[in-house]
């Protein structure tokens, strides 16, 4: 069964600040392009199966459902909800960042 993929605020705005640094900061915008469809693709697959990928660390938010997905060098963090059956796409950042920081900054709901 599909589930719905809902993308917070938070990680739209993730998802331009990334691809607006590449093609703008580092002048690739064909690079950001296929960085932005890649990432697109890979949340879109989310809707079958998305507990495949693997929990993520901190008791927190693994209590939560948090999942991390990579993607080339960035990490997709959701929430997959098997009985109302979405996803809930929470950040978007650079794997390479102190994600655990950033979700420290995050309110729990």
């Given at each position: 069964?599909?589930?719905?993929?809902?993308i917070?605020?938070?990680?739209?705005?993730?998802?331009?600040?990334?691809?607006?640094?590449?093609?703008?900061?580092?002048?690739?915008?064909?690079?950001?392009?296929?960085l932005?469809?890649?990432?697109?693709?890979?949340?879109?697959?989310?809707?079958?199966?998305?507990?495949?990928?693997?929990?993520?660390?901190?008791?927190?938010?693994?209590?939560?459902?948090?999942?991390?997905?990579?993607?080339d060098?960035?990490?997709?963090?959701?929430?997959?909800?098997?009985?109302?059956?979405?996803?809930?796409?929470?950040?978007?950042?650079?794997a390479?960042?102190?994600?655990?920081?950033?979700?420290?900054?995050?309110?729990?709901?």
């Amino acid at each position: 069964m599909k589930y719905e993929i809902k993308i917070t605020e938070k990680a739209e705005k993730d998802i331009r600040g990334i691809y607006n640094y590449i093609a703008m900061e580092l002048l690739a915008p064909e690079t950001a392009a296929n960085l932005l469809n890649k990432l697109e693709k890979s949340i879109s697959e989310l809707d079958y199966m998305p507990s495949r990928f693997r929990k993520y660390g901190s008791e927190l938010w693994q209590s939560r459902g948090l999942r991390i997905m990579p993607v080339d060098n960035f990490a997709v963090l959701y929430i997959p909800d098997k009985p109302a059956k979405t996803v809930t796409i929470i950040r978007v950042m650079y794997a390479g960042r102190d994600i655990e920081k950033q979700l420290d900054s995050m309110p729990i709901a």
